[in-house]
Nanobody, 126 residues
Framework: VQLQASGGGLVQPGGSLRLSCQASGRAVRAVSNNAMAWFRQSPGKEREPVAGINWRGGDTGYADSVKGRFTISRDNARNTLYLQMNNLKPEDTALYFC?????????????????WGQGTLVTVSS
């Protein structure tokens, strides 16, 4: 499975961005049965979980720092994961990665994820 993340860019504080993550490859049909998530890594910091969603999309989880501002969703028919980010803050600046879990329900533990995208850069600055 290959994951291609896109949608990053430069945005002013208070602005919005929508990230997408397109899955492809020979095993892509299995992606719809597995949880997916977004992680991010800021300069000088370790990669951290941002949001996760189970295989059906009915159950989601968020880091406290993004609750109420970010929304994760997925379209299994299109093998695509999304992250709608509103009211962005400078501290949201990071490289954002999408990932596919080994199981149907999401986890914050990175070892639970089998496939990773290359990352898309989000910069929040005035």
């Amino acid at each position: 499975v290959q994951l291609q993340a896109s949608g990053g860019g430069l945005v002013q504080p208070g602005g919005s961005l929508r990230l997408s993550c397109q899955a492809s490859g020979r095993a892509v049909r299995a992606v719809s049965n597995n949880a997916m998530a977004w992680f991010r890594q800021s300069p000088g910091k370790e990669r951290e979980p941002v949001a996760g969603i189970n295989w059906r999309g009915g159950d989601t989880g968020y880091a406290d720092s993004v609750k109420g501002r970010f929304t994760i969703s997925r379209d299994n028919a299109r093998n695509t994961l999304y992250l709608q980010m509103n009211n962005l803050k400078p501290e949201d600046t990071a490289l954002y990665f999408c990932a596919v879990a080994r199981k149907s329900f999401y986890s914050e533990r990175q070892v639970e994820y089998a496939y990773w995208g290359q990352g898309t850069l989000v910069t929040v600055s005035s």
